[in-house]
């Protein structure tokens, strides 16, 4: 059987929270409806703002990324100084992109082939200093940098670049090859 309904009498409403604050809140928003309007309207013009700049991001990320593609196309084809000036682009106009941190890879790479290895090791000092939460480029970078040290003989920098690349990143897979050429390096020097 139901239970009879009770009578709710206006003592009982003006003790409910919910409808006090409904109307307390409806009361505020008529005095104020001004500094409500200009508050709402500053919101949706913040979350503009937000989108505007999110979608700019995306857009250079994804024009950097094209560039990258297009100066490993010159280097594959061989175009080393068009792949150099498209790099130095990548790197002026989207210096804190993932493009950039293969970009300059890419340029540590081409120096260090035509036998410019100061200019390499600078490009691999940069990576390794700039995008080292990028493990893959950080690993790649400190172990070119050991290579070429290895190549000028001097095996104390080699080891210490190769144990460096392994103790900083153990999960990388060539993290054992790397200790390894470290033990070969401190090999050498005994």
């Known amino acids: 059987m139901l239970k009879p309904r009770k009578r709710l009498v206006k003592s009982k409403i ?14 505020y928003a008529k005095e104020n409806w001004k500094t409500l309007g200009y508050g709402i309207v500053a919101v949706i013009i913040i979350i503009v703002a937000i989108g505007m700049f999110s979608i700019s991001k995306r857009s250079a990320e994804t024009q950097s990324t094209f560039d990258e593609m297009m100066a490993r196309d010159a ?18 106009e989207y210096s804190n992109t993932n493009s950039a941190a293969s970009a300059l890879m890419l340029k540590g790479r081409i120096f260090q082939q035509s036998g410019d290895h100061a200019a390499a090791e600078e490009a ?6 700039k995008f080292s939460h990028e493990e893959y480029l950080c690993f790649g970078a400190n172990i070119s940098l050991a290579v070429i040290a290895r190549g000028r003989e001097d095996f104390s920098l080699a080891a210490d670049k190769y144990l460096e690349a392994a103790s900083k990143f ?3 897979f060539n993290s054992p090859v790397a200790l390894f050429e470290a033990g070969t390096c401190l090999e050498k020097i005994s």
């Open 170 to 172: 153990p999960g990388h």
């Open 75 to 92: 280097y594959a084809r061989g175009e080393f100084e068009e792949t150099l000036t498209r790099i130095d682009g990548i790197l002026e």
């Open 14 to 27: 003006k003790e409910d929270k919910l409808i006090t604050y409904t109307v307390k809140s409806q009361a």
């Open 124 to 129: 691999y000092r940069e990576v390794a200093r």
